[in-house]
């Protein structure tokens, strides 16, 4: 069962938390003020209540008519007001209304036995804390408001920091040893962003240290044997004639044909190749070349074009294109030009998933539908040639019949060769297209 996933960026998640954490704060600030607010408001109310039943009172008490709203033995007095005035003593008491608005009473015992009580709505007092609610309602929202705004700003900037982090990392990773993350980052201020760009960047250092070591050890290696078996070859043709001769001279043929694509290989991990341009018709250039290398291979050529490239690493390209189509795959190979983009295909098993997913590696030949012979330098060294040119070299598999994709159910493998537009300088970087308007 594949897990649901909601990507979103860290600009969005830091403003949703200050929003949030405001939020929070201010409703709980709310939240206490109103309360204290209408408690205090209350207690005023209830002394003022019973402030003016005593006033009441001693008139009363003088045999004078109570006034203000004052009764005697009010038949509504709250029952537990009631009690505490009839044992003696003084109180006040709030009585919630359905009106929503509560009563505030107060109630006194007089001389003759009599209870004297006052009720008020408590209505201005409720109206003062509607227009403080409102208050705190306004207040809350501009709080969170401010916060999701300073959210926006912070996180933009941590996410800006971020997002230059994982552009200039990625072109380290396709290649680029001159970029360093810590200055694509830039800013003054020193954070955890800051820590991570040292740590990647002295991971590409090393990392890039290593790989050139290794490509160091690869080509020593390499011009070392070059003389041994090309000793080796030139004795085989010295042995007299018969079947082991064959086979020594195939072996030290196929040894001399490994060290020279390894030799390839390493002159292309050095970055150092530059390609010579000519302009040549692409389609004619590829049918006579897969006449020559292939004749049984088809060609059909959908769209001719002048494209300025190197010819001899095309055809390099090309050549190793078609010998892995044959080792590999089962005829018919087909050969189709399009404008600047040249297919191979062959209807064999397919390419491995190792491939199509990673790209080519050196000494891996893939599944066991496509192995047998060979070290898998070929297509390492058609995606080097074709990074010289500029070029981009893809892979894929055609579907079998009914549209199934698993591995060993292809109906062939497909390589793309994609010319670019612009051929790259002599420099081996592209030229600068200043576009009018």
């Known amino acids: 069962m594949r897990r649901f996933t909601l990507r ?23 939240l206490v003020v109103h309360s204290a607010a209408r408690v205090s ?36 007095l709250p029952a537990a007001l009631r009690e505490k005035a009839r044992s003696g003593r003084r109180g006040t008491y709030v009585q919630e209304s359905r009106k929503g608005v509560p009563e505030v009473w107060a109630a006194v015992p007089l001389g003759n036995g009599q209870v004297l009580s006052l009720h008020n709505p408590f209505k201005e007092s409720a109206n003062l804390v509607r227009d403080l609610d409102r208050a705190l309602v306004v207040g809350s929202l501009s709080v969170v408001v401010a916060g999701a705004a300073l959210g926006v700003l912070i996180g933009g900037q941590i996410s800006s920091r971020l ?30 962003t800051d820590d991570l760009a040292r740590a990647v960047d002295a991971m590409a250092d090393a990392l890039q240290q290593r790989l050139e070591a290794e490509q160091r050890v690869t080509a020593d290696i390499a011009h070392e044997l070059r003389t041994p078996v090309t000793g080796l070859l030139t004795a085989a043709e010295l042995l007299p004639p018969g079947r082991p001769t064959e086979l020594v001279r195939d072996r030290a043929q196929a040894m001399r044909a490994l060290v020279e694509d390894v030799l390839e290989v390493a002159r292309l991990d050095s970055a150092s ?30 769209a001719d074009e002048i494209v300025s490239t190197d010819p001899r690493r095309l055809e390099r390209i090309l050549g190793n294109l078609l010998a892995n189509a044959a080792r590999y795959g089962q005829p018919p190979i087909q ?41 898998g330098l070929g297509l390492t060294i058609a995606e080097g040639q074709a990074r010289v040119l500029g070029a981009r070299l893809t892979f894929r598999n055609v579907a079998a019949p009914g549209g199934v994709e698993r591995e060993g159910a292809a109906a062939g493998a497909v390589a793309v060769l994609w010319l670019p537009e612009h051929a790259p300088t002599a420099t081996g970087s592209f030229p600068i297209i200043k576009l009018s308007g």
């Open 273 to 302: 190749e530059r390609a010579e341009l000519q302009d040549v018709a692409l389609g004619e250039f590829v049918s006579r070349r897969v006449a020559s290398l292939m004749p049984e291979a088809s060609v059909r050529v959908v």
């Open 163 to 192: 997002r230059k982090a994982a552009t200039a990392a990625q072109r380290v990773a396709h290649g680029d040893p001159d970029v360093r993350v810590r200055d694509a980052v830039g800013g003054v201020v020193r954070d955890e």
């Open 8 to 30: 979103t960026g860290i600009r969005w998640k830091i403003t949703l938390a200050i929003a949030a954490v405001g939020a929070l704060v201010a409703v709980a600030l709310s």
């Open 335 to 375: 050969v189709d030009i399009e404008g600047r983009v040249v297919r191979v295909r062959d209807h064999g098993p397919g390419f491995p998933e190792a491939l199509l997913r990673e790209g080519p590696s050196r000494f891996r030949t893939g599944s066991t539908d496509r192995a047998g012979v060979g070290h």
């Open 41 to 76: 408001m209350l207690e005023s109310a209830r002394e003022t209540q019973l402030a003016n039943v005593q006033f009441i009172a001693r008139f009363a008490e003088a045999g004078r008519k109570p006034s203000m709203g004052a009764k005697l033995n009010d038949p509504d």
